[in-house]
C-alpha cells in the first residue's frame, strides 16, 4: 500500500511537471519577477514622421504600408527617452520586457533590429516583440485590439501604451494598464484613439474637450481608470534622435 501512494505520489508530481499550461505567468518559481509590456508607437518610438513619409495603399489615409513603415524607423523614429529610462530600470531589477505592437508584421524584423540597436538589448520579432493587428467585428464593423490575447498569453503584469485600445487590451487581459502621455505633436498628427479625439467635436465617441483631458492629466488617471505616466511632454532635446 505504502508502495503504491509512493507511486501516485510521484506519477502526479510527473504530470504536474509535464502540464504546459496556455500562459507563461506560471512564475511562481521567479516570485517577484514582472513581465511588463510595451507598445511601439508614441510609447517607446516617436514615429509621427515616420507614418507621415510613408506611402499610401489606397485612398484610405489609414491604409499606409506598414512594410515600409517597418523599414524605416531607424531613418525616421526616435526614441522616447523617458520610456527607454524606464525600461532600463525595469530591466536593472531583473524583470522582463516585451513590446506589443498593433502595426501588421511585414518587415518586423527591421523594428526588432532598430529596437535592440537603440535600447541595448536583444530584441527578436515573436519572442519578446509581437505584432498583433485590430481585428475587425464581422457585425459592428468596429475595429478591436487583439493585444490582449498576446499580454495574457505572455502572462504580463502591466502593460504600457498611449492609446485608448492599449488600455482596453491591458483591461480585458486583466492587467495593469499604464497611459504613456502621447506626444503633443503626435496628439496633433493623431487625435483618434486617444482619450476618445481631443481635437474632435464633442460627439459620443469624443467627450472629451483639451480642458478635460489636461484634468485627467492633473489628476493622473484617464478614462478606463488606468494610471497616467507622468510625461505629459518633453522637450525635442530629452528626445534622442538616431538619425546618423
Ligand atoms: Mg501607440
Same mark, same amino acid.
Given at each position: 500500500?505504502?508502495?503504491?501512494?509512493?507511486?501516485?505520489?510521484?506519477?502526479?508530481?510527473?504530470?504536474?511537471?509535464?502540464?504546459?499550461?496556455?500562459?507563461?505567468?506560471?512564475?511562481?518559481?521567479?516570485?517577484?519577477?514582472?513581465?511588463?509590456?510595451?507598445?511601439?508607437?508614441?510609447?517607446?518610438?516617436?514615429?509621427?514622421?515616420?507614418?507621415?513619409?510613408?506611402?499610401?495603399?489606397?485612398?484610405?489615409?489609414?491604409?499606409?504600408?506598414?512594410?515600409?513603415?517597418?523599414?524605416?524607423?531607424?531613418?525616421?523614429?526616435?526614441?522616447?527617452?523617458?520610456?527607454?529610462?524606464?525600461?532600463?530600470?525595469?530591466?536593472?531589477?531583473?524583470?522582463?520586457?516585451?513590446?506589443?505592437?498593433?502595426?501588421?508584421? *511585414?518587415?518586423? #524584423?527591421? =523594428? %526588432?533590429?532598430?529596437?535592440?540597436?537603440?535600447? @541595448?538589448?536583444?530584441? !527578436?520579432? $515573436?519572442?519578446?516583440?509581437?505584432?498583433?493587428?485590430?481585428?475587425?467585428?464581422?457585425?459592428?464593423?468596429?475595429?478591436?485590439?487583439?493585444?490582449?490575447?498576446?499580454?495574457?498569453?505572455?502572462?504580463?503584469?502591466?502593460?504600457?501604451?498611449? *492609446?485608448?485600445? #492599449?488600455? =482596453? %487590451?491591458?483591461?480585458?487581459?486583466?492587467?495593469? @494598464?499604464?497611459?504613456? !502621455?502621447? $506626444?503633443?505633436?503626435?496628439?496633433?498628427?493623431?487625435?483618434?484613439?486617444?482619450?476618445?479625439?481631443?481635437?474632435?467635436?464633442?460627439?459620443?465617441?469624443?467627450?472629451?474637450?483639451?480642458?478635460?483631458?489636461?484634468?485627467?492629466?492633473?489628476?493622473?488617471?484617464?478614462?478606463?481608470?488606468?494610471?497616467?505616466?507622468?510625461?505629459?511632454?518633453?522637450?525635442?532635446?530629452?528626445?534622442?534622435?538616431?538619425?546618423?
Amino acid at each position: 500500500m505504502k508502495y503504491l501512494q509512493m507511486f501516485t505520489f510521484w506519477l502526479v508530481l510527473f504530470l504536474s511537471a509535464c502540464h504546459s499550461p496556455d500562459q507563461l505567468n506560471s512564475s511562481s518559481h521567479e516570485s517577484g519577477k514582472l513581465r511588463v509590456g510595451f507598445d511601439v508607437d508614441d510609447t517607446i518610438l516617436f514615429s509621427r514622421d515616420n507614418f507621415l513619409k510613408a506611402p499610401h495603399m489606397s485612398t484610405d489615409p489609414d491604409h499606409v504600408d506598414y512594410g515600409w513603415i517597418n523599414l524605416h524607423d531607424s531613418l525616421n523614429s526616435t526614441i522616447i527617452q523617458p520610456v527607454a529610462d524606464l525600461i532600463g530600470f525595469l530591466r536593472s531589477q531583473g524583470h522582463d520586457i516585451y513590446f506589443i505592437t498593433a502595426r501588421p508584421a *511585414a518587415n518586423g #524584423d527591421a =523594428v %526588432a533590429r532598430h529596437l535592440s540597436r537603440s535600447l @541595448g538589448f536583444p530584441i !527578436v520579432k $515573436d519572442v519578446n516583440l509581437f505584432f498583433s493587428p485590430k481585428e475587425k467585428d464581422p457585425v459592428t464593423g468596429h475595429k478591436f485590439t487583439t493585444k490582449h490575447k498576446v499580454i495574457s498569453k505572455l502572462g504580463l503584469h502591466i502593460f504600457y501604451g498611449d *492609446a485608448d485600445n #492599449d488600455m =482596453v %487590451a491591458a483591461s480585458v487581459a486583466g492587467v495593469r @494598464g499604464v497611459r504613456v !502621455v502621447r $506626444d503633443a505633436r503626435s496628439v496633433e498628427a493623431y487625435s483618434s484613439n486617444y482619450f476618445g479625439d481631443t481635437r474632435s467635436e464633442p460627439k459620443s465617441a469624443a467627450p472629451y474637450s483639451e480642458t478635460l483631458y489636461q484634468q485627467f492629466l492633473a489628476k493622473g488617471v484617464g478614462p478606463y481608470g488606468e494610471t497616467i505616466y507622468p510625461i505629459y511632454s518633453f522637450p525635442l532635446d530629452t528626445v534622442i534622435s538616431l538619425n546618423p
